[in-house]
């Protein structure tokens, strides 16, 4: 079973393509969160809302949260049902026992003077949190646009690790066997962002201290957001969906000129209008832990129209590995094979902007 947020709102999708009610239709996702069977998802200014029975029933945790404006989630993989949140202004929350605490303070970075974000009120934030799995207290935290950070104490202390400054960070996996192996998905760097350069795929073999650019076979998709996964059971093996493009190139005029007014641009659709190939989004697989990607074989997951947002991996309803990835068309398709081949789940569920798959454990 999946949890998936589109903008229908929020609802679960079992291997049978068996959908479950919606919950807070028409509100935006912007981040999502899976531990076991309990969920978090970030609605748009309206905080964080948690479920502890796989999306069966809901409660409203955002009392006590500084900002509601939740851009990232993250469960921590060594202590059961703690919760961190990243937030507009950048912050770092912990959520435990009931109580939400504020982390180390983001702006005592010195390079924190140089954040900043294209669209007004220019504000950055904290695009993505990922916590490393084998290592307790060592999280990383992304700041649209900026730096990537780095806590060794469990977020009471965080420094700047410089290999990606100034780029377009969206997301960040950690090697399931490897920790000091990264794998950084940017955006395509613009005119608007500060230092301009960066684009598509990022690996650090040191924890993040360097970097080198993993482009090779990605062809000319160089946009990845944070589409990207490891296979659970040979973490050798990623998948990432890339995209041709940053989405001024490809999204509706309409959806550009509101989200620059409301100041949320996030998880746009493509228009014919703009583009006639529209996203031009293929899924890529590596093979040796994202140095080098070719595209998957099977056609439907190959130049695309329709942008994926989401790509996660984890166990199937049989409990077997398996990897899923929807389009803001609707569409959701998952592979158990490694990326071999893959499966239409479901159509028609609405513009997909996340998905995870839930453990029935």
Known sequence: MIIVASDKGVFTLDDGGQQSAVQFPRQQNMAMAVQGKCIAVALHKKGVQLSRDAGQTWVDISPGLAQLDVRAL????????????????????????????????????????????????????????????????????????????????????WRALNGLAGHDLHRLVVHPSKPQVLLAATGTDTGVYRRGGAEGVYRSEDGGESWANVNDGLEHRLYAEDAIAFWP?????????????????????????????????????????????????????????????????????????????????????????????????????????????????????????????????
């Open 74 to 157: 993250a469960f921590d993989p060594h202590e059961e049902g703690v919760l961190y949140a990243g937030t507009e202004p950048a912050a770092v929350n912990r959520y435990c026992g009931g109580d939400w605490q504020a982390l180390g303070d983001l702006q005592k970075v010195p390079e924190s003077k140089d954040w900043s974000f294209p669209v007004p009120p220019k504000v950055p934030h904290v695009r993505c949190i990922t916590l490393c799995p084998s290592i307790a207290g060592r999280l990383y935290a992304m700041i649209e646009v900026g730096s990537l950070l780095l806590s060794e104490d469990g977020g009471q202390s």
């Open 233 to 361: 059971d040979d973490p050798d093996t990623v998948l990432v969906a890339a995209a041709d493009g940053i989405p001024p190139h490809w999204a509706s005029m309409g959806q550009l000129v509101k989200g620059i007014f409301s100041g949320n641009v996030y998880f746009l659709k493509p228009s014919r209008l703009r583009r006639f190939k529209g996203a031009d989004v293929t899924v890529y697989r590596s093979q040796d832990g994202g140095k080098n990607w070719r595209p998957v074989a099977e056609p439907a997951c190959n130049a695309l129209f329709d942008m994926v947002w989401a790509l996660e991996s984890g166990p199937g309803d049989d409990g077997a590995p398996a990897v899923y990835f929807g389009t803001t068309s609707g569409d959701i398709r998952v592979s158990r094979d490694q990326g071999e081949s893959w499966q239409l789940l479901a159509s028609n569920l609405g513009a997909i902007t996340h998905l995870h798959p839930i453990s029935k454990e």
